[in-house]
């Protein structure tokens, strides 16, 4: 056990967890998910107004400002994006034989256009990875995960294909690309005969045009808010508290009820977030120091998680762990009632749920295991983070409730009384995790590995 863990989530309990009431709760849930706010998608007005709203709460919360420029904000550049497939020609050549690959066979990934004449391709067999920094690099379907592209991206190849297995899914388009130059293309190929030279032992050639994709601009903003830790030796750690504040937006007219209000997902992690800011802020502040980040984009692809951990606001290597907060207001699980408990994604990947546990005993709630729970780590922003070797998980209370992304996920249906329970629970578990005497740590499973090796 964490040497002083128990004590330290007792101390907090006892002096500031009364702060966490159900009427605060539910006006922030309720502001967020109101119809004004139009779904928030991102991008959208919406979406920006709650970006501001949350900066107002941390503000009154009393966290110091952690963005850009003494600011709440952390300005993100972004590109939505629409690919030009009548403006795309490849030919890849290997010991005599000639393959043309059509753009309705690829899905691209670029800011720009790109030309390429007769570029030598790296194919990747496994580790270790060999210096590729600005070659053409070919990594197939064993460099399709995320887990794979992170490691592969940071070694700034100049482009990246990837041969895929089956037909080309169904884009839905514009997409949303981070704007940063030097993050590579991305050519996801839907070719047998591709593959299949790509695959062979002969050095393969790459002659490509890509036209410039119709590219429109956009800042997005993620909001940071600093509680300073009161330890000079360990202030400069820090423990993450995350939320992703954005939803699905509107459906299109003539659809009866067209406001995604995502009170559940994530409004009740957004003002979880904010109440926890709150109870924490109101006491002699823990040893380390905890950023509390509302994330952009997690609905279209962990964008705003994704940003921050490519340009930190702190550095990676002084992030201990990341607590990602996600539905929590809804007890009527599709496994029943989930009453004054809670859960983490991924409970076999590190100790952080063990740690979780113990403190949230003392507020009076408890952690549950559901039997696939690894199965859910890697669907929200808490992957962004284990990507980078963050020790990282998702809470929750119901994986999977009526209404998830439907119109129905309004702010009536969430249980207030449950929420406060639950944000004493974690407010319990984030004083004891940044007081504690070790760090979370990732555990030994085969599971973990991939994240165990990551980023530092």
């Known amino acids: 056990m964490f040497v002083g863990l128990a004590a330290a989530a007792?101390?907090?309990?006892?002096?500031?967890l009364d702060r966490i009431s159900a009427e605060s709760l539910k006006a922030n849930i309720n502001w967020l998910a109101d119809d004004q706010r139009e779904g928030r998608l991102t991008p959208s007005a919406g979406l920006e107004a709650s970006a501001?709203?949350?900066a107002g709460q941390f503000r009154q919360a009393g966290l110091m400002p952690g963005g850009s420029e003494g600011t709440f904000f952390q300005a993100a550049q972004f590109a939505q994006i629409t690919p030009r497939a009548d403006d795309f020609q490849m030919t890849l050549s290997a010991g005599g034989r000639r393959v043309s690959v059509r753009g309705l066979n690829v899905a691209i990934r670029t800011l720009a256009a790109i030309d390429f004449q007769s570029e030598p391709v790296v194919r990747l067999h496994g580790d270790p990875l060999p210096d590729v920094t600005g070659r053409v690099v070919e990594g197939g379907e064993a460099y399709g995960t995320e887990a794979a592209l992170y490691r592969l991206r940071a070694r700034k190849p100049s482009l990246i294909i990837l041969a895929m297995d089956g037909s080309k899914p169904k884009e839905e388009v514009p997409f949303l690309l981070d704007a940063d130059p030097s993050v590579p293309p991305i050519i996801r190929i839907f070719s047998r005969t591709a593959a299949g030279l790509l695959s062979g032992k002969d050095e393969v050639r790459l002659a490509l045009h890509?036209?410039?994709?119709?590219?429109?601009d956009v800042v997005l903003r993620n909001v940071a808010g600093i509680l300073r830790g009161s330890d000079p030796a360990v202030r400069d750690q820090f423990v993450i508290v995350s939320a992703h504040y954005d939803h699905l937006g509107l459906r299109p007219p003539g659809q009866g009820n067209r406001v995604f209000h995502g009170a559940n997902d994530n409004a009740s992690g957004t003002a979880s977030l904010i109440e926890i800011a709150k109870a924490l802020a109101a006491n002699s502040h823990p040893r380390r120091s905890v950023l509390f980040l509302a994330l952009f984009g997690e609905e279209e692809g962990l964008l705003g998680s994704g940003y921050y951990v490519r340009h930190p606001l702190i550095p990676v290597a002084r992030t201990?762990?990341?607590?990602?907060?996600?539905?929590?207001?809804?007890?009527?699980?599709?496994?029943?009632?989930?009453?004054?408990?809670?859960?983490?994604?991924?409970p076999s990947y590190s100790n952080l749920p063990a740690i979780m546990s113990v403190a949230a005993k003392?507020?009076?709630?408890?952690?549950?295991?559901?039997e696939n729970a690894d199965d859910y780590f890697d669907r929200s922003d808490n992957y962004s983070f284990a990507l980078a070797g963050v020790v990282a998980h998702t809470v929750v209370v119901a994986f999977e409730f009526p209404g998830y992304h439907e119109v129905s996920d309004e702010a009536g249906k969430i249980d207030y009384g449950n929420l406060v329970k639950i944000d004493r629970?974690?407010?319990a578990g984030v004083a004891a995790v940044a007081d504690a005497s070790e760090t979370p740590k990732w555990s030994d499973t085969k599971a973990a590995q991939a994240y165990r090796d990551s980023g530092r």
């Open 362 to 370: 003392t507020a009076g709630t408890s952690v549950y295991q559901k």
């Open 52 to 54: 501001d709203y949350i």
């Open 320 to 346: 201990i762990t990341d607590i990602n907060l996600e539905q929590l207001g809804r007890t009527d699980s599709s496994d029943g009632p989930e009453i004054a408990r809670f859960a983490l994604t991924g």
């Open 10 to 16: 007792t101390l907090w309990g006892a002096v500031a």
């Open 425 to 427: 629970g974690l407010a």
């Open 210 to 216: 890509a036209g410039a994709p119709v590219r429109h």
